[in-house]
Nanobody, 123 residues
Framework: QVQLVESGGGLVQAGGSLRLSCAAS????????MGWFRRTPGKEREFVAA????????YYTDSVKGRFTISRDNAKNTVYLQMNSLKPEDTAVYYC????????????????WGQGTQVTVSS
């Protein structure tokens, strides 16, 4: 059974930083592309960042480029999202997700999802 468990969310002032973690189990983590998404009330889920399963290719939505960094530690089955220079508009529930096994890049869909962690940025 695949499980993705996010942690690291919380309340931070604008301009501050948080690092989200997503621990994966039940899958060959090193062969899955991983992504981060976010959702705010009344809005659709929004893609934030993704990282390939091989050679570390990454890409980001424009609104977080230069502020957020996605990374992974395959030895720990964990993907991270380092968020710097946070803004109130970054407030959302953040979800990690795993793309299809051995997917081409970038993945066209995600097959496993975590439960989410709340990030609140105060002004």
């Amino acid at each position: 059974q695949v499980q993705l468990v996010e942690s690291g969310g919380g309340l931070v002032q604008a301009g501050g930083s948080l690092r989200l973690s997503c621990a994966a189990s039940g899958l060959v983590f090193s062969r899955y592309p991983m992504g981060w998404f976010r959702r705010t009330p009344g809005k659709e889920r929004e893609f934030v960042a993704a990282i390939a399963w091989s050679v570390g290719n990454t890409y980001y939505t424009d609104s977080v480029k230069g502020r957020f960094t996605i990374s992974r530690d395959n030895a720990k089955n964990t993907v991270y999202l380092q968020m710097n220079s946070l803004k109130p508009e970054d407030t959302a529930v953040y979800y990690c997700a795993a793309g299809p096994y051995g997917s081409s890049w970038p993945p066209q869909r995600y097959v496993y999802w975590g439960q989410g962690t709340q990030v609140t940025v105060s002004s």
